[in-house]
């Protein structure tokens, strides 16, 4: 704990266009923003000084968020209600915080203490049935390894310990929409798309587009109970 | 209603590399989609490149202030979203409303660099649009050019309804307003071009028709009624009137020049007589101290920005940049914000400029140009730098802990013998050994001096523009050669292109003929030839030869002062007089002195622009 600094935590979301935005952009962004709102945050000791502030899991291009967090530390306390009205101002539409509150210095990282992700992740495409698309991730997941290929490298997920629920797949006039449950680790985390896709192409099907949405991020306790972080 | 071509876009995005280019949404961007008149500004590359272009950012900024204007922005595609957009038939889009280019009432484009300009014709077509402006009327776009390469506009000058010759900030206002008013008045593409030709500033090059003698040599233009003879650049007098854009759209994507960038004063009298920019963006005009400081200060806090660039052709020439410099790392100080200075001079001032700007925090490298090996050949470009000068700096700079020095050269400067060529290597050895004398003992393996060394190449409205440029064997021999006489430890050796370098030259002092090459080699698949891994020397050897002009000429050849220029009659303010003056002060070796500091030189940009130099916040 550095004395003086208070540790202000900010769910924020990633929508509509932006949902194209990397990471790293993402991070750029909203330390912008949060330079532009004039909030008085802590700038690092050292050789190159910087922003003090730290990002939740990251969310692949492509992908939307509805409550993605950041920490950023500030060198004095400023009500959270102001605070988030500030930022809120200055902040591109689509990457919104929307909720704000202090933490403990104590508590974990973000990307320690996130480890559960819940998506939802609709499918368009021709023939893509409920209970079929149902069916075949129920195999995958019970087969117990995918590999998956992003960009030139190929990791093995093993399924049981990443998909830790029975996903919930609810037909749509133009596909379906599955919702899906992964467990995030420090050696990358499955992306539900990877795990969608392969399913299609099992029954031999494919979709014109999957869009997905990770709704919430969540802290595991020791009892394995599921909840937001505070 | 417009056209949004969005959902259309949308699904080839999910396919494209770095998608954030095309998305719109930044901070800064403004959107205005019931405006009465539309224009988009193109910058003829990837969004990574162009986004930083100040001039785009003014003028963005000038045009949407207009009542019942909007200025939206749109970037070349990168090659894999052109041929996807192709494919399905999906034409060039703006940003801000996703609209067709073609859809707007003005078409902007800047042309900042020769090789450039297939892009500029790939941009036309993938809008739709004829490439050539007399192919196009009433229905289509007005496509206006602008930027550094207007000062020989006529290689490309066909492809443009009409370019604007100087500075934007005025002249924009006022091509806007004749357009509007031709709208207005249903006058046909013709009208609108006369009115406008009637602009200051603005060449219409349909009415400028180069004429040849009976042995087909370059015969001066003939000029249509109406039409001025000689177009002379704009000029703004002084930047006070134009505050610099304090929000300017902040970019999601890790662009080139990712900061925000503070224009300090425009211009440079410093007299380097192979520089096109000092010669064509002449007088000097400073903002004042309390200005900058003021604008910096308001900027940063309205991009949130991370770092300040004070940016000019020469900053360390302000005079009142030690000034500035104090005042900014004092305000900014633990704010995690840094100052940058793009350019800086070879002299101890400088070197103490940037040990205020970088404080304690890391020393990442530091740049100075040189440009030649030789006190004869420097004196030669008017480079009023020696080079006891050069090696001050370099022991100040290691003294204070730099251990990286990055500096430029260049071959083939006129009267450059092999002597000049060797002459580099050596500097450059005596640069080293310095460096390692003032950096202690167990860091002095991390010493690095990065050599850069480009072609020089001639370029219209300087001194030099009557040079022929070193022919490309030649360029290969001498560098072999520098190659041959240059350390190899401690020192990075880095090429400007031979190649794209003499296709560079061949663009910059051709005439009107060009326009059949550019559109041949653009035919042909060239685009992105800025892009090394995309330039092919051969393909653009074919497209000379399908139009019947010879490069080496234009290029290689010898050419009188006598004889008239392709682009005669586009005039920067400085008269055939001053240039040849000076020309001839370069084959004695004697220097000439900067007007900003000393007197007056006789360049004559004043008196016919009726502007002044203006210095520490006052005039001169």
């Known amino acids: 704990m550095t004395p003086g600094e208070f540790r202000w935590r900010v769910a924020y979301e990633k929508a509509g266009r932006l949902r194209y935005l990397s990471h790293l952009e993402v991070v750029h962004a909203l330390e912008r923003s949060i330079r532009r709102a004039g909030l008085p945050f802590a700038v690092t000791r050292g050789f190159s000084p910087h922003m003090k502030v730290a990002f939740g899991p990251a969310l692949p291009v492509g992908t939307a968020g509805k409550r993605e967090y950041l920490d950023v530390w500030l060198t004095r306390f400023a009500p959270s209600a102001d605070a988030l009205d500030a930022l809120q101002r200055v902040t591109p539409d689509d990457l919104g915080p929307h909720e704000a509150y202090y933490v403990s210095d104590a508590a974990p990282s973000l990307t320690a203490a996130l480890v559960i992700a819940k998506y939802r992740a609709s499918v368009e495409g021709r023939g893509i049935e409920s209970e079929e698309v149902h069916a075949a991730l129920s195999r995958l997941i019970g087969g117990g390894e995918l590999a998956v290929k992003h960009k030139g490298k190929q990791k093995v997920f093993d399924l049981a310990r990443c998909v830790p629920e029975d996903p919930r797949v609810t037909g749509r006039p133009d596909g379906v929409r599955i919702e899906l449950t992964v467990r995030m680790g420090p050696q990358g985390s499955l992306r539900p798309e990877a795990l969608i896709r392969a399913a299609l192409a099992d029954i031999g099907t494919e979709a014109s587009v999957v869009r997905t949405t990770r709704l919430d991020t969540l802290v595991e306790s020791e009892e394995g109970v599921w909840s937001r972080p505070v | ?620």
């Not at chain 2, 910058?43 to 162009?50: F, K």
């Not at chain 2, 090996?373 to 090696?391: A, M």
């Not at chain 2, 050895?429 to 480009?454: F, K």
């Not at chain 2, 030259?505 to 059949?516: F, Q, S, T």
């Open chain 2, 1 to 620: 209603m417009r056209a949004d071509l969005w959902p259309r876009l949308e699904p080839l995005l999910a396919r494209a590399e770095r998608p954030t280019r095309y998305i719109n949404r930044e901070w800064g961007a403004r959107h205005a989609p019931d405006a009465d008149y539309r224009a988009v500004l193109l910058y003829p590359d990837v969004y990574d490149i162009g986004q930083a272009n100040q001039a785009l950012h003014i003028l963005y900024d000038r045009v949407n202030a207009l009542e019942g204007v909007a200025a939206e922005r749109a970037y070349l595609p990168a090659p894999d979203l052109i041929e996807l957009m192709r494919s399905e038939e999906v034409p060039l889009f703006s940003l801000e409303s996703c609209a067709p280019v073609s859809s707007f009432d003005l078409f902007g484009i800047t042309v900042p660099y020769e090789l450039t300009w297939t892009n500029v014709l790939e941009a036309l077509d993938l809008s739709g649009l004829p490439v050539r402006s007399r192919d196009r009327g009433s229905e289509h776009p007005l496509v206006v050019g602008g930027g550094p390469c207007v000062f020989n506009p006529e290689p490309f000058a066909p492809f443009f309804d009409a370019l604007l010759i100087g500075e934007g900030e005025d002249a924009v206002v006022e091509i806007v307003g004749v357009h509007q008013h031709a709208r207005a008045q249903g006058l046909s593409r013709a009208e609108l071009l006369e009115r406008l030709a009637a602009v200051p500033g603005v060449y219409v090059p349909s009415f400028y028709e180069p004429r040849r003698d009976d042995t087909g040599a370059f015969a001066g233009v003939a000029v249509r009624d109406g039409a001025p003879a000689v177009v002379l650049k704009r000029v703004v007098p002084e930047l006070t009137a134009h505050r610099a854009p304090t929000c300017p759209v902040v970019p999601f994507l890790d662009v080139v020049h990712d900061r925000y960038a503070l224009e300090v004063q425009r211009g440079c009298t410093r007299g380097c007589r192979f520089c096109q920019a000092g010669m064509v963006y002449r007088p000097v005009r400073e903002r004042s101290a309390d200005d900058i400081v003021r604008d910096a200060v308001a900027g940063l806090g309205r991009t949130g920005y991370d770092e300040v660039s004070l940016t000019s052709l020469s900053t360390a020439d302000h005079s009142q940049v030690e000034d500035v410099v104090r005042r900014l790392t004092r305000r900014l100080a633990g704010s995690g914000v840094s100052v940058s200075l793009p350019s800086l001079r070879v002299d101890a001032f400088s070197v103490d400029l940037a040990r205020l700007v970088a404080g304690a925090g890391r020393k990442s490298g530091l740049t100075f140009a040189p440009e030649a090996g030789t006190q004869r050949l420097r004196n030669v470009i008017n480079k009023n730098v020696t080079e006891e000068d050069l090696l001050t700096v370099v022991d100040r700079a290691f003294e204070a802990g730099w251990r990286r020095v990055k500096l430029y050269f260049m071959i083939g400067l006129p009267t450059e013998t092999d002597e000049d060529v060797v002459a580099i290597g050596a500097l450059v050895e005596r640069v080293l050994t310095r460096a390692r004398a003032n950096t202690p003992g167990p860091q002095r393996g991390s010493v690095r001096i990065a050599v850069s060394v480009s072609t020089f190449v001639p370029k219209a409205q300087t001194p030099f523009q009557w040079e022929p440029q070193l022919a490309l064997d030649e360029v290969l021999r001498r560098q072999q050669l520098l190659r041959e006489h240059t350390p190899h430890k401690g020192v990075e050796l880095h090429w400007h292109d031979a190649e794209v370098s003499f296709i560079e030259g061949v663009m910059a002092r051709g005439g009107r003929e060009l326009a059949d090459v550019i559109e041949a080699a653009w035919r042909a698949g060239a685009t992105f030839d800025a892009w090394t891994e995309r330039f092919d020397l051969g393909r653009w050897l074919l497209a000379c030869e399908s139009a019947g002009v010879d490069p080496t000429m234009i290029a290689n050849g010898e050419r009188s002062p006598d004889k008239p220029l392709p682009w005669d009659h586009i005039s920067a303010g400085l008269p055939r007089g001053y240039l040849v003056r000076e020309r001839e002060r370069a084959f004695a070796a004697e220097t000439t002195s900067d007007c900003s500091f000393g007197g007056c030189t006789g360049c004559d940009v004043c008196q016919t622009l009726g502007v002044t130099v203006i210095t520490g916040g006052g005039r001169q």
